[in-house]
């Protein structure tokens, strides 16, 4: 069975910081794109960012030049370093990543439970 665990998530004042991460645990044989999602009380779901297997990256218009998205496939985790954070970005915030199970070669979706981030004075 595969799991993934965030941690990283409370309570920060605008113009803060926080530091988000994922770690995936099981039997993995290849992690494509991990991705960073949240979703804000009464909105849908949106994606903020993605990283793919080689490193690149891209973000949502309203995070970018404020977080950063960063994974380590030797460790099988995935960050979210949010600076500048604003009363926006409260939200629940989970990881999603693409993983191929030991003994198989297509990727399936699997997500966290979830990190709330809240950002107030």
């Known amino acids: 069975q595969v799991q993934l665990v965030e941690s990283g998530g409370g309570l920060v004042q605008p113009g803060g910081s926080l530091r988000l991460s994922c770690a995936a645990s099981?039997?993995?044989?290849?992690?494509?794109?991990m991705d960073w999602y949240r979703q804000a009380p009464g909105k849908e779901r949106e994606l903020v960012a993605r990283?793919?297997?080689?490193?690149?990256?891209n973000y949502a218009e309203s995070v970018k030049g404020r977080f950063t998205i960063s994974r380590d496939n030797a460790k099988n985790t995935v960050s979210l370093q949010m600076n500048s954070l604003k009363p926006e970005d409260t939200a629940v915030y989970y990881c999603?990543?693409?993983?191929?199970?030991?003994?198989?070669?297509?990727?399936?979706?699997?997500w966290g439970k979830g990190t709330l981030v809240t950002v107030s004075s």
């Open positions: 999603k990543m693409v993983i191929a199970k030991s003994g198989t070669y297509w990727g399936t979706d699997y």
């Open positions: 990283v793919i297997r080689i490193g690149s990256t």
């Open positions: 099981g039997s993995i044989y290849r992690i494509d794109n």
